[in-house]
């Protein structure tokens, strides 16, 4: 998982912590780190910011030791890439749950993203994560779109043993949302979790449905899957996606086959919003709270 930008941070390293530390000789070092890093798929301001930002703190650093040189460089590494990763907006999913479960009102999750992200999956998967801390769950087939979304959605919920909502294909997605809420406010169901068309994001007719969606069950979070193997066209996806309809986290799919691990770098620092979770698998238990500190630690390992 992220060799490629592992082994361009561990390059890094290397080159600084031989090389004296002065502007003349850190810039060439940096403008090569930055291209290492647009073609692992960090988006240009990111890898601007992660070069900059480095380039400030190392500059003009007076150490003897080579092996102290080293722990300095990593450290400011370290601190770097957290900076990006790090947004100020935190989620504690589990903390509102039980907010919303205390006042008998279901925590609503609207998901959105284009074909081929694994947005159906991942709900599935997140569905799987909030049965095993013990919360009742109702998933809502607003796709009412795509051909065998339905059944899709249908299959998943019949091996999780949930409930779902569904009306026809062609159906308005708005009122399959509105069902289910209202389903799950008269059964006691604690989460809503509300699957949508994949929409390719310079569709308006569809952002603006996705829109009507959000206005009438009023999610408590909307959360785009992105497939961790777009690179920059994650980032773009998060982007128009944010404008169009505002997204308050994501979930990075496919992080397991991903080797340049850039996605996860620029998506959270292009749209100021957490990652929540990451899919590393194909079971229903694939899915990991998403910790930037260990996903630093790991790609400086």
């Given amino acids: ?18 090389a004296e530390l002065k502007p003349e000789n850190m810039r060439p070092l940096l403008e090569d780190f930055k291209m290492t890093l647009a073609e692992n798929d960090v988006a240009f301001p990111v890898a601007d910011k992660v070069c900059d930002e480095l380039e400030k703190r190392l500059t003009g650093v007076q150490v003897k030791r080579l092996e102290d040189r ?33 006042r008998k009102d279901p925590l609503t999750l609207l998901f959105v993203g ?31 779109y795509r051909a065998g979304s339905i059944e899709q959605l249908e299959e998943h919920a019949k091996r999780l043993n949930l409930k779902m909502i569904k009306h026809q294909y062609g159906a308005d997605p708005a009122a399959v949302a509105f069902d289910a809420v209202s389903h799950a406010k008269a059964h006691g169901t604690s989460i809503v979790l509300i699957d ?11 952002m603006s449905e996705l829109s009507k969606v959000k206005r009438v069950v009023k999610p408590d979070f909307t ?13 773009q996806q998060a982007e128009e996606f944010n404008k169009c309809v505002g997204v308050d986290a994501t979930i990075l799919t496919k992080v397991d086959a991903d080797v340049k691990g850039g ?6 620092y292009i749209t100021q919003k957490p990652i929540l979770f990451i899919g590393v698998g194909q079971s229903y238990k694939d899915l990991e709270v998403f910790n930037p500190e260990k996903f630093v630690n790991m790609i400086l390992r």
Wanted: avoid cysteine; aromatic fraction near 4%; charge should be positive.
């Fill in 70 to 102: 080293r722990k300095i460089v990593e450290e400011n590494l370290r601190q770097v890439l957290l900076e990006v990763m790090l947004t100020d907006k935190k989620i504690e999913l589990l903390s509102k749950a039980d907010e919303k479960r205390g």
């Fill in 196 to 206: 949508t068309a994949g929409r390719m994001q310079t569709n308006q007719n569809l």
């Fill in 263 to 268: 996605a996860a770098l620029s998506v959270t």
């Fill in 223 to 235: 959360i785009l899957t992105v497939d961790s193997l777009a690179g920059n066209d994650a980032v």
């Fill in 1 to 18: 998982m992220f060799d490629k930008l592992k082994s361009g941070f561990k390059g890094l390293v290397t080159k600084v912590t031989t």
């Fill in 114 to 144: 284009i074909n081929g992200t694994g947005k159906t999956t991942t709900i599935a998967k997140v569905a799987q994560f909030f049965k095993d801390k013990k919360y009742s769950v109702v998933l809502a087939g607003s796709d009412t």
